[in-house]
């Protein structure tokens, strides 16, 4: 079943939550922050929570956790981590990807300063996270969690390079690994979408993609019409350069840069377009979302980087196709 989102951020001081209003720009803690953010259920038994990560080498013995009902999952935003998951050991770089089921035993190490993680989980309690981990956050939040289990006198398997393998999402729950940048892509309209999550990998809760663009190209799929999904909300957090995005009814676009994010409620018509050069995001939606719909309605592409433009054409466009993928993920068109 799918998570309901909404968004709220602690205050520094108080640990209160403070609630933005629709639209409002989130700012991901990172580079000079240290404020997590928070994508979050409204008085809900399960939510999704959106926060950074950034903790220094040590030379203190690596944790290990394993949450019994909680999904996580963890995005190399910058630095180097030594990272362990379920059976297996990769040294991770920028833009790889963890994905933890519950139950799967799981620790790492950063290897650099200013290695940073953005973090997505459903446990009950961030707070616990990190105090658990220990880094300093421990005064945000002052609830028990019985969802974290340190794993006390565990071996880990050995470290190893990546092997193809994990450049494929499995077809069933398990614990993985991925190398996002030679990860399965699939492109459509001049956006490409790169699967970390698909609902099927998380029992339909959520799904985590991530999708890149440039604005050199005049096909832009969702800048000129107005489109809504009914059953899911998104959060598009901006790794980099400028994502622009409009509500419906408002007069102005929305500026996200590298470092925010920003949050779509389900049933809300926007359109949205890329302000920069280049722009990476990493989209969260509680279900099947804009990723899933850029899969469905675009093809598989062979290249591992965005393609070059062409006779101003990025790639095959399906009218029919898009429209029929819009039904089957839930999507509005005007």
Not at 113 to 127: Q, Y
Request: net charge negative; glycine share 6%.
């Amino acid at each position: 079943m799918a998570i309901p989102l909404c968004t709220f951020r602690p205050d520094p001081e108080t640990g209160c939550a403070t609630y933005p209003t629709e639209g409002e720009l989130i700012e991901i803690p990172g580079k000079s922050r240290a404020i997590p953010v928070f994508a979050d259920s409204d008085a809900q038994d399960e939510k999704i929570s959106i926060f950074n990560l950034k903790p220094l080498p040590t030379d203190e013995a690596v944790h290990f956790y394993h949450h019994e009902d909680a999904y996580t999952a963890f995005v190399v935003w910058s630095g180097r981590f030594e990272f362990w998951n379920g059976d297996k050991g990769h040294e991770l770089g920028s833009g790889d990807f963890a994905f933890i089921p519950p139950n799967s035993v799981y620790g790492f190490q950063s290897l650099e300063e200013d290695s940073e993680l953005l973090v997505f989980t459903t446990l009950d309690n961030h707070a616990d996270l990190f105090e658990s981990i220990g880094h300093g956050y421990s005064k945000i939040l002052h609830l028990d969690s019985s969802d974290i289990h340190v794993i006390d006198d565990y071996h880990p398997p050995e470290l190893i390079n990546f092997i193809e393998p994990d450049s494929d999402l499995p077809a069933f729950l398990q614990p993985y690994f991925l190398r996002v940048t030679s990860s399965p892509r699939w492109i459509f309209g001049g956006v490409m979408s790169r699967p970390c999550v698909r609902s099927a990998q998380c029992e339909g809760k959520f799904s985590i993609s991530a999708m890149e663009s440039s604005h050199i190209e005049d096909a832009r799929p969702f800048g000129n019409r107005w489109l809504s999904f009914t059953r899911v909300d998104h959060c598009f957090c901006v790794i980099e350069g400028v994502f622009r995005i409009k509500f419906k009814d408002d007069d102005e676009w929305s500026v996200v840069e590298e470092g925010q994010a920003i949050v779509v409620s389900a049933r809300q018509y926007f359109l949205a377009e890329v302000g920069s050069d280049f722009t990476r995001i990493i989209t969260l939606a509680n279900g099947p979302g804009i990723d899933e719909l850029v899969c469905k309605a675009g093809s598989e592409c062979d290249s591992v980087v965005l393609p070059v433009v062409s006779d101003h054409h990025w790639d095959g466009w399906d009218e029919i196709r898009f429209k029929s993928a819009c039904v089957e993920v839930g999507a509005l068109v005007e």
